[in-house]
């Protein structure tokens, strides 16, 4: 990925820009969900997309501490174990109450993001909608992948303050390689 390529990283302040923004829109809750699995749990748009409530409950159908992401809904064999942010795991508490309120919702098939139109989202659509909330925000150079930046970002600048590794980061990404992981990273000033 060559440097002019990449999507920006976004600030504290563009993140809570973002989600006061999403939370103006129909279906505040699933957006500000959307945005923070980006932000906070570092997912692609595909794994947004393909995410479902069995890869982050319990056996008592309750959020669990962490994301179980399988092979099938990352990219290639990068399947992982997440932490939950707290923010992001009440947010999936009020979703998953939210969803349980639809007729014939079954925990162990549905989808976390779903539309109005289908039971669960494209990646396209999850692409679809950074796109268009950037732009409403103004955030020029930013994209579906900004968020899992500012998350890689984070976590490499955190990362030491709890014992861990670049390695650590490298694995919570889902990459094969460090030397991709090496890239996400913003260099800080």
């Not at 809750?29 to 748009?45: D, F, K, P, Y």
């Not at 809904?73 to 939950?84: E, F, N, Q, T, W």
């Not at 639809?102 to 098939?109: G, L």
């Not at 779903?114 to 679809?128: D, G, H």
């Amino acid at each position: 990925m060559a440097l002019g390529k990449q999507a920006k990283i976004l600030t504290k302040r563009q993140i809570n820009q973002l989600l006061w923004y999403v939370g103006t829109l129909r279906r505040p809750l699933r957006n500000e969900v959307i945005v923070l699995l980006s932000v906070r749990a570092g997912l692609r748009a595909k794994e947004i997309a393909e995410l479902r409530w069995t890869m982050i409950t319990d056996a008592d159908g309750s959020v669990s501490d962490s994301i179980h992401l399988t092979d099938k809904a990352s990219k290639g064999r990068s399947g992982r174990i997440i932490p939950l942010n707290m923010k992001l795991r009440h947010k999936l508490e009020d979703l998953l109450e939210e969803a349980q309120q639809v007729p014939n919702f079954d925990i162990s098939k549905a989808h976390v993001i779903t539309t109005e139109r289908a039971p669960k989202a494209t990646a396209q659509s999850i692409v679809n909608m950074f796109s268009a909330w950037y732009a409403d925000l103004g955030l020029v150079g930013c994209s579906s992948h900004s968020g899992r930046r500012t998350f890689i970002t984070n976590a490499a600048r955190n990362i030491s303050t709890v014992g861990g590794s670049l390695r650590d980061v490298q694995m919570l990404a889902g990459h094969s390689c460090l030397s991709v992981t090496q890239r996400y990273i913003e260099g800080d000033e």
